[in-house]
């Protein structure tokens, strides 16, 4: 068996399966102020002058925010940007990066590092029951059986993947080839930087909020990515995420 240890040095135990029902979200680096809304704004009327607004009250303003939010004058959103850190199950990352403009992207890499045995099973509250037909459908609870029923095979499926990735690793597979064993349950993680304009316009299909115009129907666990992005924006930025629900949270 191939192995860059040391002979009579034990190999390590491979690190215990570990099962998580929620996600991660970290508000790493930003520069995002209301502030930024108003300075883009005005330099169509004021040129350099609206350099000032980097020092006013934007409280001053806010009925300018409200004013491009509401007729949709997006490009002002723009002038900031705010990076997370986003831990999730791998299938969450393949339906975020449907959202390409206004956003940047960097994953981790099955082919460079070893993946850790960290697998998504739902929570107690996670609706499993699809009832309806497809365009016209919606998720109910199901029982504490169907519940039990699906994290056991989950759990099950999981432990199987990984032994076999383990297994593969030490038979000397290359990372790249053996990671195609393990399924989109599996916990990634990436950073993602994007602008107001950009998180308003996912925002507006990932999550479900009642000031919504236009009604979504995401995915629970990319809506719980969602939720948390939110939170972290509203701090920085809380006159232009009050217009945005106060303008149906559609992105400008």
């Known amino acids: ?13 491979p690190a215990p399966v570990e099962f ?6 970290d508000l790493v680096k930003h520069s995002a102020s209301d502030s930024d809304v108003l300075w883009a704004a005005r330099v169509s009327t004021a040129g350099e002058q609206s350099l000032e607004e980097l020092t006013k009250d934007p409280e001053r303003s806010k009925g300018l925010i409200n004013y491009l939010m509401r007729d949709r004058h997006g490009s002002p959103f723009e002038h900031n940007s705010m990076t997370f850190f986003v831990s999730a199950p791998i299938f969450v990352f393949r339906e975020f990066m449907r959202h390409r403009v206004g956003w940047s992207y960097n994953e ?10 960290v697998f998504y099973v739902p929570g107690p509250d996670r609706k499993l029951v699809q009832q309806g037909r497809p365009g016209k459908y919606e998720f109910v ?11 056991a095979a989950m759990e099950e499926s999981y432990a199987q993947s990984y032994a ?11 990372r790249e080839v053996a990671r195609a064993t393990l399924p989109v349950g599996l916990f990634s993680s990436m950073y993602a930087t994007c602008n107001a304009r950009s998180l308003m316009h996912f925002l507006g299909l990932r999550t479900q909020h009642e000031l919504a115009a ?19 924006w509203a701090e920085l930025m809380p006159l232009t995420h009050a217009a945005f629900n106060a303008n149906g949270r559609v992105a400008p």
Do not use: C
């Open 20 to 25: 998580r029902d929620d996600v991660t979200v």
């Open 141 to 151: 609870h199901g029982t504490p059986e169907q519940h039990k029923q699906t994290v």
């Open 1 to 13: 068996m191939p192995t860059d240890l040391p002979t009579g040095t034990p190999a390590a135990p």
């Open 108 to 117: 981790e890499s099955g082919r460079y590092r070893e993946l850790q045995p």
């Open 214 to 232: 236009v009604p979504s129907f995401p995915q629970r666990e990319i809506e719980m990515v969602g939720e948390r992005m939110e939170t972290a």
């Open 164 to 174: 076999a990735y383990q297994a593969m690793l030490a038979d000397g597979v290359a």
